[in-house]
């Protein structure tokens, strides 16, 4: 539990980084969801459409002596190995060459492919005599023109020179480069002034980049079931490629079977003479030996050796054909070769067991078994080698193949990509990414102290109050913060620093407060408006003098013109009586700063200066000085030379712990009996603070 508030506290920690830095935030979003929308209107729209095949695997066991026609020719690879061949140059080659995905037309107008209004060009040819082109120019690509939308153009070469005016839907011949060469266009959808540039791949190119946009996957797992995809930006154009590519492939595996099936037929129709010469020569040895010695009886026991030899020959030449089978398709020390030689050795020891069997019978007979044995075989053979002849022929003549298309593509009307509303989230979420990335290494790299703690640790001074941010002006049109809104959780910060300067100067005795800050822009004189504020609103007598004699602020504070002031009065020119305006918060006086004098250090550190402070200090009953900053110029440290109480304003983490020493100890040298404290404005209270309420009426 305690590691999740944790978390959820170094979040709320991070979003409410994030909203203080929103001017980094917001303008860095806005950009990316900017790009964000220029990409998704700059990708071209992408078609995908998809097309199913079967590959089927047609593996039927042996029969006979010389095996099925299935053992002879089928094709039984993997769907892995489908898949590469479906990929290779020869059937990849094929498409890109019959529908000239090697010819490219692209649009060259960026204003149409942001707004989707390109034209569409497609050519029937493009040859050039290279040869002849200087070897630099020969890539470059030509440039075609639509004079109308009826598909008339004018061809330019890569020098921009017009080498041929004409229409689409023929083919044109035409002299260059001392040589002829041929260009035509036969589908044009343009606008007229619509330009693009033509060029022709080389043929390797032209298939990798049509590999890039084509995949070949087995729908589930061993199922023989291949899904084409292939991705265009014309949807028409890419029915008809992977229909082409299906169709190529199919036309090749057919080939492919068929060559295999006629070369097998070639070499059984060679062989055929040869098995009918000896079915005839053994019959007529048979014939000859019958007459020679008679008529022969067979008994029945003669009768089943014949039978239980002719099966066994049959047998053994029916593996040997096996066997020869799987040596092509696999090594000779496979499993399967190696199991079906022993299966023939067995046989084979079997036919070598009826031998004694034979030697029992009488001579004649064993004769007259012997012929007829080979008669028998040799008879087997010849029908057997007709039968495999004719099915071969049969699948010649039918062109079958292993493979057979399911579906053919299809036209889409939907485009795949891009996907427009992923494009501008993912736009936004990096850009909130590289904004989160930006605030985070400049909170990294600041060297500004948080730490109230920290603070009077290292320089010894007491921060007597953290003031959050409020008013920049300090008032709210001529009335300080104070005063128009007393409820503010600013003004109650307030309330606590004047607390704690009440009782210091109770202590420490004294009536003059110098209010000072190291920077421009900490909001010194938002403290010192409305402290002076709070201070009147005790019934006190306060005179609230503006010091910065070069760009004091406090008469535009209460809506004062600027003129005479307290430079004017260093400068004895004027009385002090005159320069002093009441405000609309009573028990309230101001001194502004003036007129900007010549010399305003000399003026601050001149012994008329601590006159006239001594002389305020008896008339009224707390005197505040807003002086300079203390890091840019001296006059603070002068300024302050008189105060009893000086208060050095701060902002929240701004400044390093160097630069708040460096400053005390600057506005301390002239004065090193004042009392010195610290205020941190524009605090910012964490979560886990206990800021979560507001001060108000109930």
Same mark, same amino acid.
């Given at each position: ?562 003129? %005479? #002031?307290? $430079? @004017? =009065? !260093? ?8 320069? *002093?305006?009441?405000?609309?918060? &009573? ?74 020493? %460096? #400053?005390? $100890? @600057? =506005? !301390? ?8 404290? *610290?205020?941190?404005?524009?605090? &910012? ?14």
């Amino acid at each position: 539990m305690a590691t999740k508030k944790k978390e959820d506290t170094d979040l709320g920690e991070l979003l409410k980084e994030l909203a203080k830095n929103w001017p980094i935030m917001v303008p860095i979003m806005l950009l990316a969801g900017i790009i964000g929308v220029f990409v998704a209107m700059w990708v071209r729209p992408v078609y995908q459409v998809d097309a199913l095949l079967q590959i089927e695997s047609k593996n039927s066991k042996p029969s006979g002596m010389m095996g099925s026609l299935g053992a002879l020719f089928a094709i039984s690879s993997p769907a892995e190995t489908e898949m590469e061949l479906i990929k290779s140059r020869q059937v990849m080659g094929a498409a890109v060459e019959k529908m000239r995905l090697d010819l490219v037309a692209d649009p060259q107008s960026k204003l149409d492919r942001l707004m989707h209004k390109e034209g569409r060009l497609e050519l029937s040819n493009f040859n050039v005599p290279w040869n002849n082109v200087p070897k630099e120019k020969r890539n470059q690509p030509w440039t075609v023109v639509a004079k109308d939308s009826l598909g008339n153009f004018e061809l330019f070469d890569q020098d921009k020179k017009l080498v041929l005016t004409g229409s689409a839907g023929q083919t044109y011949h035409f002299a260059y480069a001392g040589d002829t060469a041929t260009f035509g266009i036969f589908r044009a959808e343009v606008r007229p002034g619509q330009t693009f540039s033509v060029y022709k791949l080389k043929r390797l190119d032209a298939i990798e980049k049509f590999r890039g946009a084509f995949n070949v996957s087995e729908k589930g797992k061993k199922t023989g079931i291949l899904e084409f995809s292939y991705q265009d930006i014309y949807p028409d154009r890419g029915v008809e490629v992977l229909n082409e590519v299906a169709s190529s492939y199919l036309r090749q595996n057919v080939e492919e079977r068929n060559a295999e099936a006629q070369k097998t037929l070639n070499f059984l129709e060679k062989q055929l003479p040869d098995v009918k010469a000896q079915m005839d020569s053994s019959l007529m040895n048979l014939n000859t030996y019958r007459n020679r010695v008679g008529s022969v009886d067979i008994n029945a026991e003669t009768q089943l050796v014949l039978q239980r030899r002719m099966k066994l020959q049959q047998d053994i030449l029916a593996l040997q054909q096996r066997k020869q089978e799987a040596i092509r398709l696999f090594h000779s020390e496979h499993p399967t070769v190696k199991t079906l030689e022993d299966q023939e050795d067995a046989l084979r020891r079997e036919l070598a067991g009826t031998s004694s069997e034979v030697k029992k019978l009488p001579a004649t007979q064993q004769e007259v078994l012997k012929l007829q044995n080979q008669v028998e075989l040799t008879k087997v053979m010849y029908t057997t080698m007709l039968n495999n002849i004719q099915q071969l022929r049969l699948v010649s003549a039918g062109e079958v193949g292993s493979v057979r298309i399911i579906d053919f593509a299809e036209q889409v009307t939907a485009p795949t990509k891009p996907k427009k509303k992923v494009i501008l989230c993912v736009a936004l979420f990096l850009g909130f990414l590289l904004g989160a990335t930006i605030v985070s290494i400049k909170s990294k790299f600041s060297s500004g102290v948080k730490s109230a703690n920290f603070i009077e640790k290292e320089t010894g001074f007491t921060v007597y109050a953290k003031v959050p941010k409020g008013n920049p002006k300090g008032t709210k049109g001529t009335r300080p913060l104070a005063v128009v809104e007393p409820d503010d959780i600013a003004v109650e910060s307030l309330r606590a620093l004047r607390s704690s300067l009440e009782f210091s100067m109770m202590d420490e005795g004294g009536s003059i407060i110098g209010v000072s800050g190291l920077i421009p822009g900490v909001g010194k004189s938002f403290i010192s408006v409305n402290l002076a504020a709070l201070f009147a609103g005790l019934g006190k007598k306060v005179l609230l003098i503006d010091a910065d004699l070069r760009k004091g602020r406090l008469h535009k504070e209460f809506g004062i013109r600027r003129g %005479d #002031g307290l $430079s @004017q =009065i !260093l400068l004895r020119k004027v009385d002090p009586e005159k320069v *002093i305006f009441p405000t609309e918060v &009573e028990n309230l006086f101001v001194i502004p700063c003036g007129n900007v004098p010549a010399n305003p250090a000399e003026l601050l550190g001149s012994k008329h200066y601590s006159e006239i402070i001594n002389k305020f200090k008896q008339e009224y009953d707390l005197v505040i000085v807003d002086t300079p900053p203390i890091m840019l110029v001296t006059d603070a440290a002068l300024a302050c030379y008189v105060a009893d109480q000086i208060v050095m304003v701060i902002e929240y983490n701004r400044h390093s712990i160097e630069a708040i020493k %460096d #400053g005390m $100890s @600057q =506005i !301390l040298k002239g004065n090193p009996q004042a009392h010195a404290s *610290i205020v941190i404005n524009k605090y &910012e209270h964490s979560r886990t603070e206990g800021y979560g309420y507001k001060y108000g009426k109930y």
